[in-house]
């Protein structure tokens, strides 16, 4: 009983804050279309996020958990995960905004958490990777290995790629985002040419737990 009331002054000391959040924006509804006779739902995720950890700040947006951009703090744009999203990507929108979000949620780390420390039980996630093509695999064709790391929260890792053993450049930088229950995914991707006898091996790095997950390709 202790530890429930604990908990629950903790969350108390919270209340306060929550004046500084921006006011949501409601559209207005949309007539549904007539011929439409079954209501299809779907989820579109703003997740911005900051941690003692590295990124210490990051902010990923999805669609049907399916991630469109992450957000470049270092020069301030959204970059697209797919080059199809690039035209949105450039479009000037929210970005007043987003440093508001990013402001208050240092605040809250900064503040806030020292106050919590030992208060709210701490989560952690072992990632899970696995590798695949993203096209059907022909030898000798260009094609791209996909890095695919679940289970993650927090959201601090690092991804590396080796073949046959020996490190390899030029990976796509690693793409953060939200899916529904708080938790985070991950993608890296490698532009290659197969060829037979190849081994990848996608090498992640959890580095709050020093744990260490690898996937290959072969």
């Known amino acids: ?109 900064e503040e806030i958490g020292p ?12 990632p899970i990777a696995e590798v695949f093509t993203l096209k059907p695999l022909e030898f000798g064709k260009p094609n791209t290995l996909v890095c695919f790391i679940s289970n993650l929260f927090p959201p601090t890792l690092t991804v590396n790629w080796q073949h046959d053993s020996a490190p390899v450049e030029g990976a796509s930088p690693t793409f953060v985002s939200a899916v529904d229950g708080l938790t985070f995914q991950a993608f890296s991707y490698l532009n290659f040419t197969p060829a037979p006898g190849d081994i990848f091996s996608c090498i992640v790095t959890h580095e709050l737990d020093s744990y260490t997950a690898i996937a290959f390709w072969d």
């Open 1 to 109: 009983m202790d530890h429930e009331l604990s908990q629950g002054a903790a969350l108390l000391r919270l209340l306060p804050l929550l004046w500084l959040l921006p006011q949501s924006w409601t559209a207005p509804e949309a007539p549904t279309p007539g011929w439409r006779d079954e209501l299809q739902n779907h989820t579109f995720l703003h997740t911005m996020y900051c941690q003692n950890g590295s990124p210490s700040v990051g902010l990923s947006e999805a669609y049907n958990e399916d991630q469109l951009f992450f957000f470049d703090f270092s020069q301030n744009i959204r970059v697209p995960r797919l080059p199809e999203f690039a035209d949105w990507a450039h479009k000037p929108r929210d970005t007043s905004n987003i440093f508001f979000d990013k402001a208050f949620c240092r605040a809250i780390i």
């Open 115 to 126: 106050e919590l420390d030992g208060q709210i039980p701490v989560s952690r996630g072992l």
